[in-house]
């Protein structure tokens, strides 16, 4: 439908359409550019050493109990504080401000230890969840301003920014996962004898954090290859922070719309939204397994696997080839996924993702990791990145379907539980042996899938009443 001006009663041109904002195409597109490539660097660093915590800071679980921390803070985070920052500093400011929360993290791993890792955590955890919420509103925003010079649909525009945003956001496993490989490489005087067969036994589902281990490849690497690779990963966040300060342009929002966040999508009225929906609705209560599942799941991947089976039996310095195999797959199936459910359904794709995890956690309860099986370390990651693509795009597709009414308290629902999930791996991870980690898995996927039925039994007779009283 054409725009009119209400001066002159003629339709708005190209030129009357980015003046009400400034934004000509290329500045809009510059900026997508520009907030990317940004996340792309800051990403980078903090999920490469996310990776690295429960091997690189393992005394006393000091880095799985840090990035523990950090969900805590973030569920927070996410119920008070992006819509107050977003208000007072605005979109570009806030990301800013952000991104140095997660600077202070990278530099507290200089010194790791439960005086600066705990703190910085703290602050990483606050400055996520408006760091999220400002990158949504920007790109929301030049959507919707690109799609009106052009003539196009909001969403269709929307989605094809995000798609941009996060095709270049998935390749920062690639560049961080290679540069902690490369750092903290085996070099001669460091050792690499092989390990003996009493050093192996303990590896993969036997690992317990109490073993006394006479492992080499659990060792801390060098302190001069830690710093080498902390100042890389701080040296990235800081030039994401610098390219937002000097390139990313200010935007302006509508002052209606920024009323309605605070007014609506904040604070204690998103509390009450939230618990509400969990009360009323039992379909939520239902998906709460599964949802939890999703941060157990990734926590798994992140600390245990990482620890106990890549750091174990082949040493902390293939930690990142091995999880650049799982970010790749993990980012092509997401994209392939969510193309493919439109033909096959989500049911399908939802018993798929169960059964490979289920496959892959015998696996790893069976199988004892060896250095001369290096390629199974690869094939096992890509298997649960590709399963970790379907609870990823199909449960938001989910949640987004079934409660298409009441999307904000729904999503706050999955947030608090995926959260919750994470701060529960991430704490038992140090007390509990990696078998005992599977079976807790397992569990947990088995109780979630059994709620997914009855939703999907549930949402089947929702429609068909709705067929026969429209009839």
Request: with cysteine; hydrophobic share 50%.
């Amino acid at each position: 439908m054409a725009e009119f001006s209400l001066a002159n009663g003629n339709p708005l041109t190209y030129q009357d359409k980015s003046s009400r904002h400034g934004f000509t195409k290329f500045k809009i597109f510059k900026n997508l550019g520009v907030i990317s490539f940004a996340f792309m660097f800051l990403f980078t660093a903090f999920q490469s050493l996310s990776n690295l915590q429960s091997s690189l800071n393992k005394d006393e679980g000091l880095g799985v109990w840090g990035l523990a921390v950090i969900y805590a803070a973030l569920v927070v985070s996410c119920m008070f504080v992006p819509p107050v920052m977003i208000k007072r500093l605005g979109c570009k400011w806030t990301i800013f401000a952000a991104m140095i929360c997660y600077i202070i993290y990278m530099a507290a791993n200089f010194y790791a230890t439960w005086g600066t890792i705990i703190p910085a955590s703290i602050i990483l955890g606050f400055g996520a969840a408006p760091l999220w919420s400002a990158k949504c509103t920007y790109l929301t925003e030049m959507g919707i301003w690109y799609a009106d010079m052009k003539g196009e649909t909001h969403s269709a525009v929307i989605n094809t920014f995000f798609g941009v945003f996060f095709m270049a956001f998935q390749t920062s496993q690639i560049w961080g996962n290679m540069i902690s490989s490369l750092v903290l490489q085996r070099i001669p005087e460091n050792g690499t004898e092989p390990l003996g067969d009493e050093a192996l036994a303990v590896c993969g589902a036997s690992f317990c954090p109490d073993t006394n281990l006479t492992n080499a490849n659990l060792d801390k690497p060098p302190q001069t290859q830690v710093y080498i690779m902390c100042g890389i990963y701080l040296g990235c966040a800081v030039l994401a922070d610098v390219i937002i300060f000097f390139l990313l342009d200010p935007i302006t929002l509508d002052p209606r719309k920024v009323d309605d966040v605070m007014d609506g999508k904040c604070s204690l009225k998103l509390v009450f939204a939230t618990l509400r929906h969990l009360v009323n609705q039992p379909m939520q209560v239902l998906l709460i397994p599964l949802t939890m599942y999703s941060g157990v799941e990734q926590a798994f991947i992140a600390a245990d696997f990482t620890k106990s089976y890549i750091s174990c039996a082949l040493g902390i310095w293939m930690v990142g080839f091995v999880m650049i195999c799982y970010g790749v797959t993990d980012a092509l199936c997401s994209f392939l996924f969510g193309r493919l459910v439109k033909f096959a359904g989500r049911v399908v794709f939802f018993a798929a993702g169960a059964g490979l995890h289920i496959g892959v956690q015998v696996t790893l309860l069976l199988w004892k990791p060896i250095p001369e099986q290096l390629a199974l370390f690869f094939v096992l990651a890509a298997l649960w990145g590709m399963s970790d693509a379907i609870w990823q795009t199909q449960l938001n597709a989910l949640y987004g379907t079934i409660f298409s009414r009441n999307q904000e308290a729904a999503f706050s629902n999955y947030r608090l539980w995926e959260s919750l999930g994470f701060i529960a791996a991430f704490v038992y991870s140090y007390y509990l042996c990696v078998n005992t980690k599977i079976y807790i898995l397992m569990s947990v996927l088995i109780l979630g899938m059994a709620g997914y039925c009855a939703v999907e039994i549930l949402e089947h007779r929702r429609k068909k009443q709705s067929t026969e009283i429209t009839n």
